[in-house]
């Protein structure tokens, strides 16, 4: 389970699909949110209150990341995965290294989807994605959009003669508009800048990060 670092897909989601902006303001309240019998909460006992779409992920709220989905999509569950699914998550980036694991999210009506499946899975849990292929995801936000497989190999030689070559593979060549990719990197630099990853601020050159 991938944890926060499925905070960015998720509302990226949500972004592509116009149902949030991040200037919107989200209601965090004291720093917990019950769905059903699941109590989720923030790390800063207090809460959040009131923050920005943008906020929230730079403080990486899970209160206010779950709130984001739930309310956005409880009534059309299939929208948010569908929405996962367009950006390749759901699928195995066919690696040059045998056992590459197989990514699980799942689908509304599945054996074990229920209504936490939702605000759950907005913060990475009832999702299991492999570490390289949360990274795959990142740089293509890097990348403006550009989704590309990861390379261990770029050539084979034998006596310093090239056998074979493996160029660069473009796995989709958008995951999703200018508009959310932009706006997922001013996030992205928000949470070095005055969120949770500060530590990693310097005064040389800006980084786009995640904490998770």
Sequence with gaps: EPGSTFKLPAI??????????????VDTGTGSV???????????????????????????????TS??????????????VNRLYAMKLNQKLDLQLKGEGE????????????????????HGYEV???????????????????????RFVTAIL??????KRYEPEVIMNSIASRSTIRKAKSMMEGVVEHGTATNLKNPNYRIAGKTG
């Design 67 to 80: 709130r984001i989905i739930y309310d956005s999509y409880k009534d059309h569950p299939k929208d948010f």
């Design 128 to 150: 299991q994605m492999t570490p390289l292929h949360v990274l795959t995801f990142y740089n293509a936000v890097a990348n403006n959009g550009r989704m590309m497989k990861p």
């Design 34 to 64: 019950k769905y059903y019998n699941k109590v989720i909460r923030d790390t800063k006992e207090e809460g959040y209150g009131k923050i920005s779409v943008k906020q929230v992920f730079e403080k990486s709220s899970n209160v206010g």
């Design 158 to 163: 034998r006596n310093g003669t090239t056998i």
């Design 103 to 122: 990514p699980l999210i799942r689908y509304p009506g599945d054996k074990l989807w229920s209504g936490l499946s939702l605000p759950m899975m907005s």
């Design 12 to 25: 990226m989601a949500a972004l592509e699909d116009g149902v949030i902006d991040t200037s919107d303001i």
